[in-house]
């Protein structure tokens, strides 16, 4: 049975053991609380080093002279060195917590022995720094320092950051950085929920993070692992460690495969039925990522102290290039079907060991963004909004992320993505887009703008109709056939996400199977093709009179004429003007790990480009009323009851 603590965490008696979804949803079960505050609330550690090796010990303490060393918690400073926290992870976000909390004033504490300088800095805006305060220590004996600064002057843009100096003869080791502010009468209880796939190390090496930082992570009450693989995370050798390790806290389901709409919600699910307050917090968090588990505390505190409930999502890195941001904030333009759009002044796949190249200056975040939306990769959506504006929609995956927050902007809720709270993930641009989670991307995308847009079907009729051409002209039939499938299905109405996509899944996957150009094969091993004879042939670059050259290229299909026989396209060259010029184009994948051969095909080109013309003008004419069909259906598809019987409960 559960019950509390004195402090009011909650507790109980289950510890999941890969016991399926009664772990989570039977008698025994963590009932979630508010719990008092036990002194200062941690906004964020200062570290000096990664998780990893892999990450770069200058995202978190940059030495900019001497000699120092960079430990995760401790930098010890030799003779005559600076170290500077004006970097990714060091810099505390002053401007956010200005903007969205009620905390006017912040606290830096840390241990110090030796001499040395320690300076509390600032920037403005436009990235200009300036000093805040500094303090002088001599011949210190493991002894704490606290430095009070004012959240004052960072309305649109800048943050707070230490840096640390010593002279001739001095030497300084800081430990125990915090950076605290004043805590909230009662802390929110937070679960974290990890959505896994057949990816049972990667989602079992995260919870060994997690489970490695526990002490620090006392705003962290439960961890739901929803694992809707064949291949389980608690088939693994190292499951029953960490399941020790964590202890109460874990709780591990199993369920049907419902996509990642499906295995998030599932937190949300269980959080929302076993909660005894309105003010839980559910974190999203991918099962592939490389975790900074420091993420957990800035984006519960940030919460915690939140003026009203919010959205609150983690940035993302790129895990191949890991000193690169993906997008300071980003939106969507839901009528023409575009996501991940940086907003105004946004980083955009941003080197943040190095500079801007117009400006000269460092790449920081320094103005203060609105986003539209944040990826599922880490997202924190406290309970209010659920209760506000129902569940997410049992999209399957992609654009789930999306429409829930447009939908709770709607009922007050905005998205902001926390500078700092970052979180490694899989560079989005070294994934395929010829595949099958293609055809969710733009069924979903269209769902998305018809709930959420003015939904002109002009605008919307002239986006698809470019895309099918282009997917035509680059040899991507497959891929044109998803595009005509997602369309169909739109217009199917509602119904269509009844079973929460699997059926939809099955069926693509089938449909572009037919297709030998979604296939990959191994450049050394391309069917019906010697080797030696694939040679690379380069593009001219984009066309300035992109118009014309359209025309021309559909004319010269229709005419079955082309310029080359065979040759090798690198990836990012595949572009439709550059491949339609061939009969048989080896194209190299964006993942850089093998080839599709795309091979001219008039009768196929003829016969998907009438049946896509064909559903088009139906969207055109028929979209206003299947609109109405998924707005008078929205209530019920993101209910309770509807994702209870989805998961079979």
């Known amino acids: ?36 505050s036990q002194g200062r609330l941690t906004t964020q550690r200062g570290l000096f080093a990664g998780p990893s090796p892999i990450v770069s010990k200058d995202l978190y303490a940059e030495i900019t002279s001497g000699e120092a060393t960079r430990k995760r918690d401790v930098l010890s400073l030799e003779e005559s060195a600076r170290v500077s926290g004006n970097t990714y992870f060091g810099r505390f976000p002053a401007s956010y917590w200005q ?51 004012k959240l004052d002057k960072f ?55 997690l489970a490695g930082d526990i002490s620090s992570l006392d705003t962290l009450d439960a961890i739901y692992v929803a694992d809707q693989g064949t291949d389980r995370v608690d088939s693994r050798e190292g499951f029953a460690q960490v399941a020790e390790d964590l202890g109460d806290k874990l709780h591990y389901i199993t369920q049907p495969n419902l996509g990642g709409a499906g295995g998030f919600t599932r937190g949300l699910y269980e959080v929302a039925g076993h909660s005894e307050t309105e003010h839980a917090n559910v974190l999203f968090m991918d099962d592939d990522v490389l975790l900074e588990p420091d993420l957990v505390i800035r984006m519960t505190a940030f919460s915690n102290r939140a003026a009203n409930p919010i959205i609150v999502g983690g940035q993302m890195l790129n895990l191949l290039h890991p000193h690169q941001l993906h997008v300071g904030a980003e939106y969507a333009r839901l009528n023409t079907l575009e996501p991940g759009m940086p907003v105004e002044h946004s980083l955009s796949t941003a080197d943040l060991l190095g500079v801007d190249e117009e400006t000269g200056k460092p790449n920081k975040q320094e103005r203060r963004l609105d986003a539209g939306y944040n990826g599922w990769w880490s997202c924190l959506i406290p309970a209010e909004v659920v209760r506000a504006v129902g569940y997410p929609m049992p999209f399957f995956f992609q654009w789930d992320d999306a429409e829930y927050s447009y939908r709770a902007r709607a009922h007050g809720f905005p998205t902001v993505t926390l500078p700092g709270a970052g979180v490694w993930h899989a560079d989005f641009h070294w994934k395929d887009w ?38 035509l002209l680059g040899m991507q039939y497959g891929l044109t056939h998803t595009l005509i499938k997602a369309v169909e299905d739109f217009l199917e109405g509602p119904e269509i996400l009844r079973d929460g996509g699997v059926a939809a899944m099955k069926e693509i996957r089938e449909i572009r199977a037919k297709y030998p150009e979604t296939k990959r094969h191994d450049p050394t091993e391309v069917p019906g093709i010697a080797s030696n004879d694939i040679g690379i042939i380069n593009g001219a670059g984009r066309p300035s009179l992109q118009r014309l050259v359209l025309i021309k290229r559909i004319v010269d299909r229709l005419r079955g004429r082309s310029r080359f026989s065979l040759g090798a396209i690198p990836m990012d060259e595949a572009s439709w003007w550059h491949v339609a010029l061939f009969d048989t184009a080896v194209v190299t994948d964006a993942n850089q790990e093998g080839v599709r051969v795309r091979k001219y095909d008039r009768d196929r080109m003829l016969e998907l480009g009438k049946r896509g013309i064909r559903v088009i003008n139906r969207l055109r004419k028929e979209g206003r009323a299947v609109q109405a069909q998924y707005k008078r259906a929205l209530p019920e598809l993101t209910s309770r009851e509807n994702w209870k019987r989805l998961y079979e409960l």
């Open 434 to 471: 010829d595949e099958w989670h293609r055809y969710f991307n733009l069924r979903n995308s269209i769902i998305t703008a018809a709930l959420h847009s003015e939904f002109n079907l002009i605008v919307l009729a002239r986006v698809l109709m470019a895309q099918l051409v282009r997917y």
């Open 155 to 209: 309305l649109d843009g800048g943050a707070l950051w230490l840096d640390f100096e010593t002279e001739t003869g001095q030497r300084l080791q800081v430990e125990q950085v915090r950076w605290t502010v004043e805590p909230p009468e009662k802390i929110r209880p937070t679960a974290v929920t990890i959505c896994t796939m057949n990816r049972a190390d990667d989602c079992l090496k995260n919870l060994r993070a």
């Open 1 to 36: 049975m559960a019950g509390k603590t004195a402090t009011g965490r909650p507790t109980t008696t289950n510890r999941a053991r890969g016991n399926g979804s009664r772990a989570a949803s039977g008698k025994e079960q963590t009932t979630f609380s508010e719990h008092s």
């Open 99 to 149: 903007r969205w909390t009620t905390v006017r004033e912040v606290r830096a504490e840390l241990v110090v022995s030796g001499s040395g300088l320690i300076a509390a800095r600032a920037s403005d805006y436009e990235g200009e720094p300036r000093t805040v305060e500094a303090r002088e220590v001599e011949d210190a004996k493991q002894e704490a320092v606290s430095i009070d600064l």
